[in-house]
C-alpha cells in the first residue's frame, strides 16, 4: 500500500503514478500561478505560469526569462560597471550617453568661464559663449575664440588638454558601448526555430522518448553549435527543483552537438533515470552526476550489481542470468540460504526496459508516462541550444520551453525536407510544426484532421508513428555515437 501524505491511499505503486513523493503538491502556487485540475474529455486550461513565453512569431520564444529578482546587492552590480551598463535597454542607453555627453560639455563650459579674464577668452561673463567654446572643442570644430592661443595662458593650456583626453577616451567607451551592443548574439538567435510541439512517443523498443525539432533558417550556420535540456518542477511549498536532462540525440557524451543547416531531432529516453520517470519508477543518482540507461545497454557502464558477490553487469538480463545459475550451484554446494545468489525484486523482470516491463492494458508506455505529466503541477522543459556567430566571433543563446500543453503523445513530426529537380534540398519551414497520428494531423488547438492520401500511405508504409526522418533513428539502439 503506498500513502500520498494528506491526500489519498493507493493500493501500489503503480496507482500513485501521479503522486509526488517528496512533499505535497502547494495549492497557493497552483492557485497563483494558474495550474488547473484536467477537465473532462483529457482537456487541461492554460497554465498562466511559465519560464518562458511564446510570444514570437510561429510561437517561438523570446528567450527572456520569468523571474522577478529581489533583495539584491547592487553593490555587486556596480563593481563590474561595464556589463552592468551594457545590459541597460538600448534606448535608454543612447539617452544615457547623450545625456553623459552634454554633461561632460557643460562641465567644461564652467572651468572656461572660470578662466575667462585670464586667458583673454572674452565671454563677457556669458555662460553660453563658454558653452559653444566648449563644445567646439569637444567636437573639434575649430575655434570662434579671439585669440586661438589664448594669450598664452597656462590655464588654458591646462584645460584644453583635459578636455581633448576626456573627449577622446569618451568617443571610444562611447563607440565600444555601442558596437558591443550592437553586435551581441541576442538577436541572432530568433532564426532557431524550435518545433511548437514536443512529441512523447513509444519507440520500436517498448520505450517512452521525448522529442522535438531545431533547425536554422539563416544560411550562414553557427559554429560549434550544440543543445541542453533542463527541467524544471515545483515540488512542496517554496521549492523549484531543476534537472538536467541527458540526451541520446545528440548525444550528450559527445558534446551533442547539432547541425541546424537541416531539422535536427533531439532525443531524451525516459528511463529509470530521467526526470520525466514518475518516482516509483525512477532511480534518482543525487548528488551524483545524472546517467543514461542506454550506456549500460551499450556496455559504456556497468548498470546493474549482484547483491551477493558484487560482479557487475550492463544490463537486467545479464544480471538475472548470473543469479539464475549461481543459484542452481549455490544449492549444490550447500551454501547456506542467507549467503547464497537470490534474485532481488529489481531483477525479476527478464526485459532490459525498467519501464517497459510495466505495461498496464493496452496503453503504451508514452500514453502512461503523459497521464503522469499531466497529475503532476507545474513543470517546464527548458531548452538551450548554444553556438558561436561567425561574422562577430560573439557567442549566442537560444531558448525555448515546453510544458504539459505543449506534449502530443504518439505523433510523428511531419516531413519537411524534400530534393527538388535542381539537386538541392527544399526546406518547408511551415511543416516544421506539422504532426502526424495514426488518426490524422494534429492541429494548433491539439485536434486531428484527416491525412492526405500522400500523409496516409507514407504512414502506412513507414510503420505505425514513424516519418521518413525518424524511422531509422528509433529503430536503432537508442543511443548511438
Not at 159 to 186: D, E, H, K, P
Request: glycine letters at 8%; a negative charge; charged letters at 20%.
Amino acid at each position: 500500500m503506498v500513502t500520498r501524505p494528506g491526500l489519498e491511499i493507493f493500493d501500489n505503486a503503480e496507482d500513485a503514478v501521479g503522486a509526488y513523493e517528496d512533499d505535497a503538491t502547494d495549492i497557493s502556487f497552483e492557485r497563483k500561478h494558474g495550474s488547473a485540475p484536467i477537465l473532462p474529455g483529457g482537456h487541461r486550461p492554460k497554465p498562466v505560469f511559465r519560464l518562458l513565453n511564446r510570444e514570437r512569431p510561429m510561437k517561438q520564444s523570446s528567450g527572456t526569462m520569468k523571474i522577478d529578482r529581489k533583495n539584491q546587492l547592487q553593490s555587486l552590480y556596480m563593481s563590474d560597471f561595464f556589463h552592468s551598463v551594457l545590459d541597460i535597454n538600448t534606448n535608454m542607453l543612447i539617452a544615457g550617453i547623450l545625456f553623459f555627453y552634454i554633461m561632460v560639455v557643460a562641465m567644461f563650459a564652467g572651468l572656461w568661464l572660470l578662466i575667462d579674464e585670464p586667458c583673454g577668452a572674452q565671454f563677457g561673463g556669458s555662460y553660453l559663449r563658454a558653452f559653444y567654446l566648449s563644445m567646439e572643442t569637444q567636437a573639434t570644430v575649430g575655434f570662434g575664440a579671439p585669440d586661438q592661443y589664448f594669450s598664452d595662458c597656462t590655464s588654458g593650456v591646462v584645460v584644453l588638454s583635459m578636455q581633448c583626453c576626456v573627449t577622446v577616451l569618451l568617443n571610444a567607451s562611447i563607440i565600444g558601448l555601442l558596437y558591443t551592443r550592437l553586435s551581441r548574439g541576442g538577436k541572432r538567435a530568433e532564426t532557431i526555430l524550435f518545433s511548437d510541439k514536443a512529441v512523447i512517443r513509444t519507440g520500436s523498443d517498448g520505450r517512452p522518448y521525448f522529442m522535438f525539432q531545431i533547425v536554422e533558417m539563416r544560411k550562414h550556420q553557427l559554429i560549434e553549435a550544440h543543445v541542453r535540456c533542463y527541467f524544471f518542477s515545483h515540488r512542496g511549498r517554496y521549492r523549484f527543483v531543476g534537472e538536467y536532462m541527458r540526451l541520446n540525440r545528440p548525444n550528450d557524451e559527445l558534446g551533442a552537438s547539432v547541425l541546424l543547416a537541416m531539422p535536427t531531432l533531439v532525443i531524451h529516453s525516459i528511463d529509470r533515470y530521467s526526470p520525466l520517470m514518475p518516482p516509483s519508477q525512477r532511480h534518482d543518482t543525487f548528488p551524483f552526476p545524472p546517467l543514461r540507461e542506454c550506456d549500460g545497454l551499450q556496455g559504456s557502464r556497468d548498470d546493474y550489481s549482484c547483491p551477493t558477490c558484487g560482479e557487475t553487469f550492463h544490463t537486467k538480463v545479464d544480471l538475472r542470468a548470473h543469479i539464475v545459475y549461481n543459484q542452481v550451484n549455490d544449492e549444490i554446494n550447500g551454501v547456506p540460504p542467507e549467503h547464497s545468489h537470490r534474485l532481488p525484486p529489481e531483477a525479476e523482470s527478464a526485459n532490459e526496459g525498467s519501464v517497459s516491463a510495466r505495461s498496464v492494458g493496452d496503453r503504451s508506455q508514452a500514453e502512461r508516462i503523459y497521464d503522469y505529466l499531466s497529475r503532476s503541477g507545474y513543470w517546464e522543459v527548458v531548452v538551450l541550444v548554444e553556438g558561436i556567430e561567425g561574422n562577430t566571433s560573439s557567442t549566442l543563446q537560444a531558448r525555448h520551453s515546453y510544458t504539459i500543453d505543449d506534449l502530443v503523445v504518439n505523433a510523428t513530426f511531419a516531413p519537411c525536407v524534400t530534393t527538388g529537380d535542381d539537386g538541392a534540398c527544399h526546406i518547408d519551414y511551415s511543416k516544421i510544426n506539422e504532426l502526424w497520428t495514426s488518426t490524422g494531423r494534429v492541429a494548433d488547438d491539439g485536434c486531428t484532421s484527416n491525412m492526405s492520401v500522400a500523409a496516409s500511405s507514407l504512414l502506412a508504409r513507414e510503420g505505425s508513428f514513424s516519418s521518413e526522418a525518424d524511422d531509422t533513428i528509433m529503430d536503432d539502439v537508442p543511443c548511438r555515437n
